[in-house]
């Protein structure tokens, strides 16, 4: 089995990613701007301050003992911050990383060839680990708890299995549908924590902290307002301040002050709750289409010719967050928050009812 780098065919991959600007996928030409503002330590990391705190004693522990962090999984929506997470504990452990996802390892060879190749206390980061093939994630069950792996050598009547073992590693995994990661994977991590929404407040600090690494002129306004509208994700945050940056140079002065903002924000459609065209889109899909709910995710994609992993994992968690739109049994239904905020009636329903008097 190939011990060199060049063994390494695999790489990060997002299949099925959603463009919006508010979406929490990264495309290619936001990446090299995230990469350029992403924090390298827990220190510089903001927000997350319970789990930055687990995390940090767990790392401190582990390089006491010289061993290996724990197998550690991170779970929530897109852009929160779990491959940043990801890559700072490599730092923090002075150990190098090696990035692939779910998707892109389609056969066992594909991920032994990558364990193979790992050195003492090396980080192995999984990206989208709950789209693993059964085939692959079982080749995962063994090397988390023994460190080995077990292989068929030769074909035919001289197969025989044979065992390679590996050096002492963590697996960093990230998912955004935890439900969907079966449970003897699930059993194999000893740290497991969940990101959550951030705060305006830790979002204005990180907008501050971005445009100070980019020497963009902002205020406490400029970066309030942008940090409002980001639906508690920093990836958005960052997105949003390269556009209001390219406005204010060229409609304003330079500076990202709460005028520009906002007229900056107007015209990409990002309304303040943060909601862009598709969020509107979807829900009044639901009230207008289908009286409010409920109504299934597989109806909804289809109505709004976008795929259902996007609804449930890009779209839905933050409007779920802020209680425009809630779940049962049988299909999503658009709350009273959501008809208020766009402007429509329930059926039967009056506005001094709805909107007060």
């Given at each position: 089995?190939?011990?060199?780098?060049?063994?390494?065919?695999?790489?990060?991959?997002?299949?099925?990613?959603?463009?919006g600007?508010?979406?929490?996928?990264?495309?290619?030409?936001?990446?090299?701007?995230?990469?350029?503002?992403?924090?390298?330590?827990?220190?510089?990391?903001?927000?997350?301050?319970?789990?930055?705190?687990?995390?940090?004693?767990?790392?401190?522990?582990?390089?006491?003992?010289?061993?290996?962090?724990?197998?550690?999984?991170?779970?929530?929506?897109?852009?929160?911050?779990?491959t940043t997470l990801a890559q700072i504990l490599a730092n923090e452990l002075?150990?190098?990383i090696e990035t692939t996802s779910g998707p892109v390892l389609e056969r066992p060879l594909d991920l032994s060839t990558i364990l193979s190749i790992l050195e003492?206390?090396?980080?192995?980061?999984?990206d989208e680990l709950h789209r693993l093939q059964p085939t692959v994630e079982e080749i995962l069950y063994p090397a988390l708890e023994d460190f080995k792996i077990d292989m068929i050598v030769g074909?035919?009547?001289?197969?025989?299995?044979?065992v390679f073992r590996l050096e002492r590693f963590t697996l960093v995994g990230a998912t955004t549908r935890t439900g969907l990661i079966t449970k003897?994977?699930?059993?194999?991590?000893?740290?497991?924590?969940?990101?959550?929404?951030?705060?305006?407040?830790?979002?204005?600090?990180?907008?501050?902290?971005?445009?100070?690494i980019l020497e963009i002129g902002i205020d406490g306004g400029g970066a309030e307002e942008i940090a409002r509208r980001s639906r508690g994700t920093p990836r958005i945050a960052n997105r949003l301040l390269r556009r209001v940056r390219d406005f204010a140079q060229v409609r304003a002065d330079g500076s990202v002050t709460r005028p520009v903002a906002?007229?900056?924000?107007?015209?990409?459609?990002?309304?303040?709750?943060?909601?862009?065209e598709m969020d509107r889109k979807l829900l009044l899909t639901i009230i207008d289409k289908y009286g409010g709910g409920p109504v299934g995710v597989g109806t909804i994609a289809a109505s709004v010719s976008e795929e259902s992993d996007a609804i449930e994992?890009?779209?839905?968690?933050?409007?779920?967050?802020?209680?425009?739109?809630?779940?049962?049994?049988?299909?999503?239904?658009?709350?009273?928050?959501?008809?208020?905020?766009?402007?429509?009636?329930?059926?039967?329903?009056?506005?001094?009812?709805?909107?007060?008097?």
């Open positions: 089995m190939a011990k060199g780098k060049e063994a390494l065919s695999v790489g990060p991959h997002k299949a099925g990613e959603a463009e600007i508010l979406s929490g996928a990264a495309l290619d030409e936001d990446r090299q701007f995230e990469v350029s503002v992403r924090p390298r330590t827990l220190g510089e990391f903001i927000g997350q301050a319970r789990l930055k705190e687990n995390l940090a004693i767990a790392v401190e522990a582990a390089r006491t003992r010289g061993d290996a962090l724990d197998h550690v999984l991170l779970s929530g929506p897109p852009g929160l911050g779990k002075d150990v190098h003492p206390r090396q980080v192995l980061f999984i074909k035919g009547p001289g197969a025989r299995a044979q003897p994977l699930l059993s194999r991590f000893g740290i497991v924590h969940r990101l959550d929404f951030y705060s305006a407040e830790d979002l204005q600090t990180i907008v501050t902290r971005s445009a100070k906002q007229e900056a924000l107007e015209m990409l459609e990002v309304d303040s709750y943060g909601l862009d994992e890009v779209y839905e968690p933050y409007l779920l967050q802020i209680g425009f739109l809630s779940r049962t049994p049988r299909g999503r239904v658009a709350t009273e928050l959501a008809y208020k905020h766009l402007g429509r009636l329930p059926a039967g329903a009056s506005s001094t009812s709805l909107f007060g008097s």
